[in-house]
């Protein structure tokens, strides 16, 4: 109880520092294609690295971890999140402990538009911002239609999708973690031991998850390369 507790507090902690609110879908599956809007971004590398080392030396810990919840975050200026909690599987690097849960921020993510425009505190921000971004659609497409951002690398979550994460902390984001240099640090699971090496490949572009033009590694030759850059 207590730790579901402090993911609890974690998730209010991060709508309260964003003044937005959570969006979960019951179902917790990607809508279908056809019913996305979908918008394109870049997502900051905040890291440069050429070696793996290097990739290694940035990260506070690397684990392999499965996606056991997500939510979707509305920030106060109507940009989308996405914050996973990460059951972790194995640990590669660092002292994060398999077993334990940890909270991961994405930049991107799927909403419908009124909750968007919802999310807006006045009934004046919220008419500004629907006629600026949504003037030609209906209501009902704002209602059951989806707008979603998708950065290079981001993909919609599932609840049980796999992937080995080298992770840093989120700035100003206590006990939240980050992917480092954005997408690059994600390696996804996409059959059973087999990882897709990091690409800027999404699910729009991608929508079937197949690896990128820098192909697959086996999960098990990632882990020996790990375990010796950290020798």
């Known amino acids: 109880m207590k730790k579901n507790m402090n993911f609890w507090l974690s998730a209010v902690s991060v709508c309260m520092l964003l003044s937005g609110c959570g969006v979960s879908r019951k179902d917790k599956t990607t809508p279908p294609l056809e019913d996305i809007v979908a918008g394109t971004g870049m997502s900051a590398l905040r890291e440069q690295f050429e070696r793996f080392t290097d990739q290694m030396g940035l990260s506070e810990a690397i684990v392999y971890g499965e996606i056991s919840d997500f939510e979707i975050i509305i920030s106060k200026a109507g940009f989308l999140h996405t914050l996973e909690t990460i059951h972790v599987i194995e640990t590669l690097y660092g002292d994060i402990k398999p077993g334990s849960y940890v909270q991961l921020w994405e930049t991107g993510g799927y909403a419908h538009p009124i909750d968007i425009i919802n999310n807006f505190s006045n009934e004046l921000d919220r008419k500004v911002f629907r006629e600026s971004f949504y003037s030609t659609w209906t209501d009902e497409e704002l209602e059951t239609k989806y707008r979603a951002e998708v950065p290079e690398g981001y993909y919609y979550p599932e609840i049980g999708d796999r992937a080995v994460y080298c992770l840093k902390p989120k700035e100003k984001m206590e006990g939240i973690y980050r992917v480092m240099a954005g997408w690059m640090g994600k390696y996804r699971e996409i059959e ?12 729009v572009t ?8 820098d192909g697959t590694i086996p999960y098990e030759e990632l ?7 950290s020798d």
Not at 193 to 202: C, E, M, R, V, Y
Not at 223 to 229: F, S, V
């Open 192 to 203: 059973d031991g087999i990882l897709a090496k990091p690409s800027t490949d999404n699910s």
């Open 206 to 213: 991608n929508p079937e998850g197949l690896p990128g033009i």
């Open 223 to 229: 882990k020996q390369q790990i375990l010796e850059a």
